[in-house]
Every structure is written in structure tokens, then in C-alpha cells.
């Protein structure tokens, strides 16, 4: 397929809108701190429920803990 093709196919996609630098004028910028290693155990329907999510169910895990991880702390500062 040349490459106008795509071009012009992506700019008709309704799902994928384009974007301009006004799209990332307040956007944030994450560095992570890094990985540590552990083992943990959790309940089995847990680790269930992410992992039919399909890959990258750890990394979802993480998230959710960092989320209220941060609702902690802002508990804390307000309080």
C-alpha cells in the first residue's frame, strides 16, 4: 500500500483523530523510578482477573497499587 494511502486512510479514521501540539500542552511527563523485584503471594482469583486481561497483567497490577498508593498520600497531605 503506498504511503499516501496510509496517510490519507489515517486522517478519514474516526477512532485515531489527529493531534496537534495543543493535544500535549498540559501533558505530563513520567519518569518511574525503576523496578524491584519480589516475590508476593495473592489471592488466585486475583491474579485471575488480571491476567485475562492478557499480557502486561503485572504491569496492571502496579498500576492499580501506585493509584492507591497515591490516594494514600494525598490523604496524608490533606489531613
Known sequence: MPEA??????AE???????????????????PNGKTSIHASFDRDVVAFFKEGGRGYQT????????????????????
Open 13 to 31: 479514521d474516526p477512532d485515531n483523530p489527529a493531534t496537534d501540539d495543543s493535544h500535549w500542552a498540559e501533558a505530563t511527563i513520567y519518569v
Open 60 to 79: 496492571r497490577m502496579n498500576a492499580v497499587l501506585r493509584r492507591y498508593m497515591e490516594a494514600q498520600q494525598g490523604k496524608k497531605a490533606n489531613g
Open 5 to 10: 494511502e496510509i496517510e490519507r486512510m489515517a
